[in-house]
Nanobody, 123 residues
Framework: EVQLQASGGGLVQAGGSLKLSCRFSGFLFGAYAVGWFRQAPGKEREAVSLISSSDGSTWYTASVKDRFFISSDNAKNAVYLQMNGLKPEDTAVYYC????????????????WGQGTQVTVSS
């Protein structure tokens, strides 16, 4: 059974940092891309950052570039999102999701989802 589990959310003050973890099972990371998505209250879900297993390529949405960093640890079947310089507008439920690796930049093809983790940034 394919599963993803996000963790690491919490409450942090603006300017602070959090590191989210996505643990996955039931598939080999080498065949998939994994991404972080978020959904704030009243807003549509948006892609935040993606990582490809093929060559380690990464993608970030403009609002988090140079603040968030995605990485993977294949031995631990995990993908991480280091979030620095957090802003109140980063407040959202964060989800990790997976897609076959050839869909790396096709955010609408990420169809294996884990439950989310809440990130709240206070001003």
């Amino acid at each position: 059974e394919v599963q993803l589990q996000a963790s690491g959310g919490g409450l942090v003050q603006a300017g602070g940092s959090l590191k989210l973890s996505c643990r996955f099972s039931g598939f080999l990371f080498g065949a998939y891309a994994v991404g972080w998505f978020r959904q704030a209250p009243g807003k549509e879900r948006e892609a935040v950052s993606l990582i490809s297993s093929s060559d380690g390529s990464t993608w970030y949405t403009a609002s988090v570039k140079d603040r968030f960093f995605i990485s993977s640890d294949n031995a631990k079947n995990a993908v991480y999102l280091q979030m620095n310089g957090l802003k109140p507008e980063d407040t959202a439920v964060y989800y990790c999701a997976a897609a076959p690796k050839w869909y790396f930049l096709h955010v609408d093809k990420y169809d294996i989802w884990g439950q989310g983790t809440q990130v709240t940034v206070s001003s």
